[in-house]
């Protein structure tokens, strides 16, 4: 990516942040705002079966689809990490909360974030 466009992308990540009441969910937000005051960096997960299972109950597609279909969503994320932030690997400890929903339901999983947000200062 041209570096103008890696400073926009950084640049509207901050200025969002900086509004407050958001949440941001796209181009590795989190990577983005490390270090900065007020802001929670959460990574919500589940194992590529889990995922891949969600595909096919919502959209219906084959089981060797959906399972592409994560594999595929994965390494896009990867290098998007590498290329843009010179990450390699993603860590649970680049988040602040790492929440694992192949257990939790999504109801627990919001009550988690929800509870973790109102105490960040």
């Given amino acids: 990516m041209p570096e103008d466009l890696r400073v926009l ?9 900086g509004a407050g009441q958001a949440v941001i969910v ?3 937000a989190s990577m983005a705002l490390t270090g900065t005051t007020g802001v929670l960096r959460v ?10 299972q969600r595909l096919v109950a919502a959209q219906g597609i084959a089981a060797a689809d959906a399972a592409a279909a994560v594999a595929a969503s994965d390494r896009e994320r ?3 990490f590498q290329h843009f932030y010179g990450i390699k690997d993603e860590l649970p400890t680049h988040y602040d909360v790492v929440v694992n929903t192949d257990v939790l339901t999504p109801a627990h999983a919001v009550a ?7 105490n960040v200062g």
């Fill in 78 to 80: 990867r290098d998007y």
């Fill in 112 to 118: 988690i974030i929800v509870s973790a947000a109102q």
């Fill in 43 to 52: 990574l919500v997960t589940a194992s590529a079966d889990t995922r891949a």
């Fill in 26 to 28: 796209a181009h590795a």
């Fill in 9 to 17: 992308i950084r640049a509207a990540i901050h200025e969002v942040a």
